[in-house]
């Protein structure tokens, strides 16, 4: 019981257990349950699917609000909303590696589970190197400042602008290194063939390239919404909590906002101001004071609420 109550990155170890719990217990589900079979997820399963993931990443606030204390728990608030709306400009990215790689509906939900399990251990690290910055060089949060003001301004200027993942350097790397198949075999990563010499040997396949690349494309996008989340809290139980329900509920929804994404064409720009507005929020602590957890997130709703509304009227001609 001492070793459960003893503290872990400042809170109870029994907490982050309580939370390793939960997040192994979805996966679990949703792979080994609800999608053991594979297959393509209909519109429906994906928002029926996301619900579920919000409702549980909900609870869990409450939970924490109720367990640790109402700045906890509104900071959590606070953070789930902020990642859950940057995270969404992810999902433009993903819909782009898999038209890149011609990946069917039936297998995206594979590499978008097992890119799950990457993201789980990226965050824990970046956000481990984060709080250690933090809290050895409080100055830094002013770096972020400036690097998230930045980066808002060029998702304002560059926002009609489609990033092209296939231009990755590290993707062009790999593909030296590893030899990869033209086409798909379906659901395997990887798949035995002859050399040259008679001998079997493991060649990857353009869904194991599709994976690597929303790993690249996930590692790109935590480095602007970690230092947002930092914004808002330090405590890196509720920077890393807030993060992964963020995540595992926007990969579930990926497969309803895939086929309506060109409704949300003005996004980009709500998303952009969310950003500086963080970054301001860091610089103007320093002369009025922290601005309350419960303003950033009325802003933070306000913004992507707007973003929404208006991008569903500049496109309600469209089709779909």
Do not use: C
């Not at 947002?228 to 509720?238: I, W």
């Not at 970054?279 to 103007?284: D, E, F, L, S």
């Not at 709703?301 to 991008?311: D, N, P, R, Y």
């Amino acid at each position: 019981m001492d070793m459960l109550n003893s503290l872990f990155l400042g809170h109870a170890v029994w907490l982050w257990l309580v939370f390793g719990g939960v997040v192994v217990t979805l996966l679990a589900l949703d792979l080994g349950v609800l999608h053991r079979d594979g297959g393509e997820i209909s519109v429906t399963e994906s928002l029926w699917l996301s619900a579920g993931y919000i409702a549980v990443a909900l609870v869990f606030g409450a939970w924490l609000w109720w367990q640790v204390g109402a700045q906890e728990g509104m900071d959590y608030f606070t953070a789930y909303a902020v990642e859950k709306s940057l995270s969404l400009d992810n999902v433009f990215v993903i819909s782009l590696v898999f038209t890149a790689f011609a990946v069917p509906r039936q297998y995206q939900h594979r590499v978008l589970f097992w890119g799950i399990l990457g993201v789980i251990v990226m965050r824990a690290l970046l956000i481990g190197a984060g709080a250690t910055l933090v809290q050895e060089f409080h100055w830094i949060l002013y770096l972020f400042a400036a690097f998230l003001i930045y980066t808002g301004v060029k998702m304002l200027w560059a926002a009609d602008h489609a990033p092209d993942p296939m231009r990755n350097p590290v993707l062009r790397l790999i593909r030296r290194l590893v030899p990869v198949t033209e086409q798909l075999h379906g659901k395997a990563f990887w798949v035995k063939r002859p050399d040259a010499s008679g001998r079997m040997r493991r060649i990857a396949t353009p869904l194991f390239m599709a994976l690597v690349t929303v790993e690249l494309a996930d590692l790109v996008f935590a480095v602007d919404s970690v230092p947002a989340v930092f914004a808002v809290t330090s405590d890196p139980f509720v920077v890393y909590t807030s993060n992964i329900f963020a995540i595992l509920g926007l990969r579930a929804l990926y497969f309803a906002l895939a086929a309506i994404l060109h409704r949300f064409a003005y996004l980009k720009y709500a998303l952009g101001l969310v950003l500086v507005f963080i970054g301001g929020k860091i610089i103007a602590a320093e002369w009025i004071g922290k601005i309350p957890s419960a303003v950033s997130l009325g802003v933070t709703f306000g913004l992507l609420a707007a973003g929404v509304l208006f991008s569903l009227w500049k496109t309600r001609g469209t089709a779909g």
